[in-house]
Structures are given as structure tokens and as C-alpha cells.
């Protein structure tokens, strides 16, 4: 009989598969008429897998291509494509880079020319190219500073947008009124199309005095160009693209309920829209975890049950540990069931990488503190350092998936047996 664990990891494995973006774009794509030479731009970190199903379907028919996407989440040469990589969570020059070269391609386009635009998350960080008198440290800057004061990503996204020469809408225009057609892979909760990889060729919705509010929000040091650009309105309407989603985090947890149910358990999706602080989210997970292994819970849970959870949780910077939002929450979940026998919490972000780790996430049982106080590691002060990284390190806890080619947020669960 395998394990939780075992079982918890095969639903983690299972989710992921029925959500990789090659089928999403190949229904995507039978819907759409492309004509023979056709041009595509993918960018993201889903960009590689999102480019190789739409080569596999349009092959010759494409004229050119560039994919951006993150690093070491390419998988090999695309016959006819360019692929590139760079930073992420944030941009570095080969972003600037690589958007310098697609806009080189598209700036050559007409009206008689037709795009395939492929986005997914990350596309915020690699597709980048900053407006006059903006430099891409400033941009950095700004991105730091929202990310360590716990700014979320529809924030972080609005100010980014009034930044950029490319994001909010602003790439559309120098494609030159070619007929651009974009599938979109969510990482966003509720899939803002404005907002998902900050919004490249879809109408902004924010202003710039949205913008200018998070600025005071979070009291942001930015220079007097960046406040200029940020006054800058972004475009509220475009003609020549229309838009398909395809992916997001509620398919992801439909799938793993699906899964769960499979390997004998009640399944029941709590939340797709969870976006409240990583710690928080753990201990509240740990709590619902102990009423139902009481038996006496107030929910109408009953055993063997898999609750499910998704979104992307906060991470609010105070010490200098290493981690990422759903390893903190992992660890936050481990203090609250120490002890706890038959329970498995886990969280894992979908596209296989969390914060600037190699892991995914982190699951966690009753023994894990037990663990971690066996090679002497202290989980309270790991937590207040930041440093989920080295406490799930120490107890086994990791979620180590590599990068799995997608990216619709992150799969939260408690497993009780």
C-alpha cells in the first residue's frame, strides 16, 4: 500500500499533467484559421511547451519565430523558431535582449500579416523593454521593492505595465495592424487578461493613477523618470487582436479532486481564489486539518477526504532566509500539526519552481518538526527568518518537480486518512 506521501505526490504529479499548456494550445489552436505564414512570438515560462504544440500543428505553415522563456525551461531546438531565455522573477538584459529581437520581427509586419501570440506567467519579467528615460535596474528596483513589501501580482503588474514600452497593451502597436492572435495560459486568479504577463496586447484596464496609488501604497523610492513614464496612459482599447484562455488554476484543482477521488478519497475544492499570506494560509490548513482528524469537525469532511485549495499566496520579506511562498506556507502547516498522525498538508506552484529555489513547494506530516528538531533546526525562527527553504531541507520536505512547462498558480492540499 503506498504511502500518503505517496499518494499526496502522485496527485501533485497527476494534477500537473492534465494541465501542461500542449493540449490546451492544440484545442486552441483547431478553432483558429492561420494562414500560411503565419509569424509567432511565445513568451513566459510555459513558452517553450506552448510553441512546440503549436509547431507540431502549423509546422511549415510558420513563416518565423521567437520564444523567451525563462532559464532552463527550454527543451531543445524548434525547427524555423528562435528560442531565448532570461530572468525570472526578475528581468535581466537578455529580457531586454530578447524582446529587442521580437520587436525587430513584428515592427516588420503589415495589416496583410497574421501573429500567434502564446503567453503564460512570467511573461511580466522576460518580455521587456522599458519606456524613454526608464533603465531596467530602475525597473528591477521597483520589482524588489513590491515583491519584499508583499505587493501581489495584479499590483506589481499595474506599475510594471506604466513602466514598460511593452506591457499594458503597448506591444500591439508595433505589430503595425497585423491580425494578432493570442492564447493565453493564466497564472492570474480570476484571468485578468490585462494583467496576465502584464497584459502585452490586450486593453489596460488600471490607470496611471492606479499605478501612482500603489506607488504612495507602498511607498516606493523611484526616480523622477519613473514617475513621468508612470503618467503615461497605457491603451484602453485594440482592434487588431483577439484573445483565447486556455488553462488556469481551477482546471488544476478540478483535475487533482479528480485524481484524489481515483485513489479513494472524498475530494472537495475549498478555494480557487486563495491569495492571503503563505503563513497564514498554513496555519489555517493545520487547523482544519485537526478538526477533522477530531471527528467531531463542524465541516461535513469525513475520512479518507483530499481539500483542495489554489491561488498564490503572499510572502511579506522580514529576514534573509531562502524560500518561496508555498514552502513558507509548508512550514507554517508543519507547526500546526506536529504530532498529527495520518494528515499531509502540501503547496506547490504548477509551474515547478518556488521563489528563487529549485524546489516546487513543500509537504509536510505530523513528524516533520520532529525532524527538523533532529538535525537541529528551530521551524519558528526558519519561519520568522524567511528561511523555509533549509527547514524543509533538513526534515525531507521538499517538493522537488523541475520545471514542468506550465504555470496556473499553485495546488494546495490537506490529505487525511
Not at 3 to 29: H, Q, T
Not at 280 to 300: D, P
Not at 346 to 370: L, N
Amino acid at each position: 500500500m503506498n504511502s500518503l506521501r505517496d499518494k499526496a505526490r502522485s496527485i501533485i504529479d497527476e494534477a500537473i499533467k492534465a494541465v501542461l499548456p500542449e493540449e490546451a494550445v492544440k484545442k486552441a489552436l483547431s478553432g483558429m484559421q492561420l494562414p500560411d505564414g503565419v509569424v509567432l512570438v511565445a513568451i513566459g515560462k510555459a513558452a517553450w511547451n506552448m510553441a512546440s504544440a503549436a509547431h507540431e500543428i502549423l509546422g511549415e505553415h510558420i513563416r518565423e519565430g521567437i520564444v523567451l522563456t525563462k532559464y532552463q525551461h527550454s527543451k531543445g531546438e524548434l525547427k524555423g523558431l528562435k528560442i531565448r531565455e532570461a530572468g525570472h522573477p526578475l528581468p535581466d538584459q537578455n529580457s531586454v535582449t530578447g524582446t529587442a529581437e521580437i520587436l525587430e520581427m513584428v515592427n516588420k509586419l503589415t495589416t496583410q500579416d497574421e501573429l500567434l501570440f502564446l503567453v503564460s506567467g512570467g511573461g511580466s519579467a522576460l518580455f521587456e523593454k522599458p519606456l524613454e528615460g526608464v533603465s531596467i535596474d530602475e525597473i528591477i528596483s521597483a520589482t524588489n521593492q513590491l515583491l519584499a513589501k508583499g505587493a501581489d501580482i495584479v499590483e506589481m503588474n499595474t506599475v510594471r505595465k506604466h513602466l514598460s514600452a511593452v506591457k499594458g497593451g503597448r506591444f500591439a502597436a508595433h505589430c503595425n495592424g497585423a491580425k494578432i492572435h493570442t492564447v493565453v495560459l493564466s497564472d492570474i486568479i480570476g484571468d485578468p487578461l490585462d494583467a496576465i504577463a502584464s497584459g502585452p496586447a490586450y486593453p489596460d484596464m488600471s490607470t496611471s493613477d492606479d499605478a501612482l496609488q500603489i506607488v504612495s501604497k507602498y511607498n516606493l523610492n523611484l526616480s523622477k523618470d519613473c514617475l513621468k513614464a508612470i503618467r503615461l496612459e497605457t491603451p484602453k482599447s485594440i482592434e487588431n487582436c483577439e484573445t483565447i484562455v486556455t488553462g488556469s488554476v481551477t482546471e488544476l484543482c478540478k483535475a487533482a479532486a479528480q485524481i484524489a477521488r481515483q485513489n479513494g478519497f472524498q475530494a472537495h475544492i475549498l478555494s480557487t481564489f486563495i491569495q492571503s499570506e503563505a503563513k497564514e494560509v498554513g496555519y489555517t490548513l493545520a487547523a482544519i486539518a485537526r478538526e477533522i482528524a477530531s471527528g467531531k469537525n463542524a465541516f461535513s469532511f469525513r475520512k479518507p477526504c483530499a481539500i483542495i485549495l489554489g491561488g498564490e499566496t503572499l510572502v511579506q520579506l522580514k529576514g534573509n532566509g531562502k524560500g518561496g511562498r508555498n514552502q513558507e506556507l509548508a512550514l507554517a502547516a508543519a507547526t500546526g500539526i506536529e504530532n498529527l498522525e495520518n494528515v499531509v498538508i502540501f503547496s506547490v506552484g504548477s509551474d515547478g519552481t518556488d521563489g528563487p529555489t529549485e524546489a516546487a513547494g513543500g509537504m509536510v506530516d505530523g513528524q516533520s518538526i520532529r525532524r527538523m528538531n533532529s538535525a537541529r533546526i528551530d521551524p519558528l525562527e526558519k519561519l520568522n527568518r524567511n528561511d523555509s527553504f533549509h527547514a524543509l531541507e533538513a526534515s525531507g520536505d521538499l517538493i522537488i518537480t523541475g520545471p514542468t512547462g506550465t504555470n496556473v498558480n499553485d495546488l494546495m492540499m490537506i490529505l487525511c486518512e
